[in-house]
């Protein structure tokens, strides 16, 4: 199957030590909803078969890319270049400049459809979800202005003045800065390459909450993914090093979709190799995965969203969640009890320091998560039991009892009145016709209000043996319970 804009970057990458399996996979355009290029089996594939393989020199990285030798590894530390993306998103400018990876930097996207991109009122339609929050592109403004222009200013001798305005402008930093977004690798490097001064774990510029991308292509632990969260403190823990990230051709062409993974990348020492997971059928679709993640975090990082048939007949992502801030519970719980903010805070504060987390994610499953039974009893104790579970040093058990149902249903109605719409609204704007933005940012909030919906009629049709004594009960407490804090 031919893609003209591809065939020059497949002669460029095999003629390169790249090997592709051109009997069983073939590149396909699919419609633009389904994901543009992608892979498709030209013949039955089965499992554990060599899709492609890509010599680790093709991938681009700042240890593979000449830039960081050039300027000056001293100075390339000095500006910070180490840390994050920006020392990646600076070589993968200089090397658009160059020669080698020229073919494969010529057939990746200039034009994006996630909301880095969007425009104020477009990005109105996701008030209420958490991806404007995490967009980070004032983060990645202050990056361009405070480190990469001045480094490249610094050297006119490798980035040509003239050549600024077009190559290495603001909204280029952002280009690459989503490409990476989109289609990096974590490729670490081969046990035997690692040398003692490992530079620590880097936070990125553009990923302000979940900095490090995306696939482990690891041969031993191949379960992290393209896309797949990490959180910050594994990170650490596994000493996560930016010069991981990493720009794979060829494996950057696969798509994915909600739980259809049928291939995966692993890591060998000279090179990386996508190899089937499960037997794949002549004319279905190669899959890699992106971690099944949230239709919020899908469109931030890839600007598209997954629709699959879900339980109730409806089209939706199983993967969806709903963030709840902290700081709306301890609204809701402060309001209740009528307390000042100066315990709220005492409480929340000792909250974190005991590992605690500002946001609940709640789930498609609906369980309300324990994290956010506790806090609610937390904020909700007397002075005496809030001194009782302070000494303990342990958050209180995650006990459900009426009184934290009723607070868990008024935050569950407060979160979904952060959004401008209803549900019903949304289920009407779906009817008609919408923009893509629009319409995936209508798929968002909607995924996560099923989700608050699911969860508020499972409170409601929660009850306790005995309700009406436990009700009482539970308003004596609360009453006891207010006095003892006015105390
Ligand atoms: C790693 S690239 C995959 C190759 C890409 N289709 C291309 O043409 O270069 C990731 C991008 O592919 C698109 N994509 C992948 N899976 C998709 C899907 N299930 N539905 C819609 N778009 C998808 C999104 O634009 C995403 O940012």
Known sequence: ????????????????????????????????????????????????????????????????????????????????????????????????????????????????????????????????????????????????????????????????PELIPVHYSLYQYHVMGSRILSRSFNVEKWEDEVGDDEPAAQNSCMDVDDPAPLVSANSDSPERAHGEEVAEEDEEEEGEDASDISMVPVADLLNARYEAENAKLFYEENELKMVATKRIMKGEQIWNTYGDLPNAELLRRYGHVDLVPLSTGEQGNPGDIVEVGADLVVDVVSKRYDHSSVVADERIEWWLEEGGDDIVVIEADLEIPPALISLIKLLSFSSDEWRKVRGKGKPPKPKLDSATVDIIKDVLVRRLQQYPTSLQDDEMALSGELSLNLRNATMVRLGEKRILHGALQAMQEVHFENPKRKRDAMVSSAKTNKKARQQ
Request: aromatic share 12%; with cysteine; net charge negative.
């Open 1 to 160: 199957m031919s893609t003209p804009n591809l065939d020059a970057f497949v002669f460029w990458f095999e003629h390169n030590g790249g090997y592709i399996d051109n009997e069983r996979v073939g590149f396909h355009v699919f419609p633009p909803a389904e994901g543009g290029r992608g892979a498709i089996a030209l013949q039955d594939i089965p499992e554990g078969h060599t899709l492609f393989t890509i010599p680790r020199s093709l991938v681009i990285s700042t240890r593979t890319s000449l830039l960081p030798e050039r300027f000056g590894p001293d100075e390339w530390k000095n500006r910070q270049l180490n840390q994050g993306w920006a020392g990646l998103i600076l070589c993968m400018m200089w090397e658009a400049t160059q020669g080698k990876w020229a073919p494969y930097l010529d057939t990746l996207p200039t034009e994006f459809d996630t909301p880095m991109f969007w425009t104020e009122s477009d990005l109105n339609a996701l008030k209420g979800t958490s991806v404007v929050d995490k967009l980070g592109k004032a983060d990645a403004e202050q990056d361009y202005a405070g480190k990469v222009l001045p480094a490249i200013q610094s050297r006119p001798d490798l980035f040509q």
